[in-house]
């Protein structure tokens, strides 16, 4: 198959979604396919500033960057403006400026859509929530092109799936692929085809995660042999928890001197805030952006991972901490939920909850052999169903049956 792949962004960007549509070229080379990716020169979706080459070819992926509008000030004061009259009124006059506002703005990529797009067989756009996946439905529908997206969707984050033109893009395409059961019956809600949705899921290369020493990983880090190691890893967003780990750990700290608090992950004005705002003296680790060797440590380091995110699609660190064996905690929200068996691989705090999260932290303290096997489950869980092998043999079928469907379609045209 030829393939396209357009998405907000792409590795070296940080961000699940990266991981999964990298990650998905990447093995759909390996298979014999042809897979370029279009998508924007920037590292940070919050300016979009063009950083990256124009042109990469990475394990065999072509990758086109295309140039993209800074998202200055006044162009996130129209995406809000957009956003509180939409939500209001549920006018589509209002979407433009949405479009506009969330970016990323990149005439290039649209013009090399309409032009080129023909000589695939089949686009595939990731991540919904933002602009790209509309104009480049628009293209895909203008040229004939069958198209796919996985939308990431965010339950209790209405904006990254129920903006009125994100669901004419879901009901439009010829499949829509879902992270979670979770996630597939959220969209179902939504009045979608169930025959055109289908859980794809995300996952992981486990040869890309080799164990090691946790002495090892703790002298690399400056963390003592015999603490207690809380690790929080993604980007330090408000919706991710940090500030509720953070309260947490600090709570804790009365029962459990031992306790350290492992951050990890690009900070944001938001993080920069409440790390000045708190003096935790030598008990608080704090590393922004980190390799892919960097976060090996980290999660090697650990006793347990956190992420009570209120916003996850999936949390594709959960299955990064498992398959080094370790136990995760996550925030009791459907999508989460689907992903972690709770009391088997892992506990689940109630969202914004930062005395429940404390509780589930001081459990796997005090527990350190049912930690253990938790996190034992946790890898046996992903080398059972979440490897990139295993969702690549999920998202070919899904292609194969697009390509099926609109041929029999032209044939009784």
Known sequence: MRLLHVTQRYPPAIGGAEKYIADLSEAFVQRGHQVDVFTTR?????TWKNELPALDRINGVNVYRFMTMR???????????????????RRKRYEPLILFGGGPVAP?????MLTRGRQYDLMHLNCLVYSHVAYGYWAAQRLGVPVVVTPHAHAGQ??????????TVMAGSDHVI??????RELLLGLGLDPWRVSIGGTGLDPTRYISSSTSEARR????????FVVLFLGRKSDYKGVDLVLAACMALRSQRSDLHLLAVGPETDYSRALWARDD???WLHVQGAVSHAEKLAALQACDCLVLPSAGEAFGIVFLEAWILGKPVIGARTPAVSSVIAEGRDGLLANPGDPADLATCIARLAANPEQA???????????LRQYTTPRIADRVEGIYLRVLRRRQREQECQ
């Open 158 to 167: 209405e904006v990254t799936y129920n903006l009125g033109y994100q669901r």
């Open 280 to 282: 935790q003296q030598g």
């Open 178 to 183: 879902a992270d979670t059961p979770a996630e």
């Open 71 to 89: 998202r200055r000030a006044w162009v996130w004061s129209v995406l809000h403006f957009g956003l509180r009259r939409y939500w209001t009124k």
């Open 372 to 382: 253990r096997r938790m996190g034992s489950c946790g890898r046996a869980k992903v």
């Open 108 to 112: 290039g990529m649209l013009w090399a």
């Open 220 to 227: 690399q880090l400056g963390l003592p042999e015999d603490a």
């Open 42 to 46: 920037a590292l940070d979706f919050y």
